[in-house]
């Protein structure tokens, strides 16, 4: 199962760096201030994220969970219509639209890959929650 979420981790890395390649493509410009900020808060977590996934870190599967909230964010910002200012539907982009999509679909698959991985380790018998419960009954 670490070696599953250690894949992940790379995969997440891939997307996040694909993504934000693609937004420095498109200039800080192209976005709102509000989607700015939010992007760049999401940015922090998910490079403490990858870092603990790809040391292979003993906090790695509870901080994988980040992954489920890290998707949202970029589905909600990404792939609903625009609906606040922290919207940036891929299919309103004009630039490469192709690179847009690729780049938001890698991220998303990425954040859900950790975030699964990091649960079937958490869950698992001996996971950090059976240990957590063993604690608490002793």
């Not at 981790?9 to 760096?17: D, K, N």
């Not at 910002?77 to 192709?98: F, G, K, R």
Request: aromatic letters at 8%.
């Amino acid at each position: 199962m670490e070696r599953r979420l250690w894949w992940a981790g790379w995969l997440f890395a891939l997307g996040s760096a694909v993504h934000l390649a693609d937004h420095l493509r498109r200039g800080q410009g192209s976005v709102t201030e509000e989607l700015y900020l939010a992007g760049n808060l999401a940015l922090i977590v998910q490079v403490a994220v990858i870092t603990l996934v790809l040391v292979r870190h003993e906090a790695a599967p509870t901080a994988a969970l980040f992954g489920f909230p890290l998707a949202l964010g970029f589905l909600a910002a990404h792939w609903l219509p625009e609906w606040s200012p922290i919207s940036d539907p891929v299919w309103e982009i004009e630039s490469l639209p192709a690179l847009s999509y690729l780049a938001s679909s890698l991220e998303v698959l990425g954040a859900l890959a950790v975030a699964l991985a990091g649960l079937a380790i958490v869950r698992a018998p001996g996971g950090s929650l059976a240990r957590r419960g063993a604690r608490s009954a002793a």
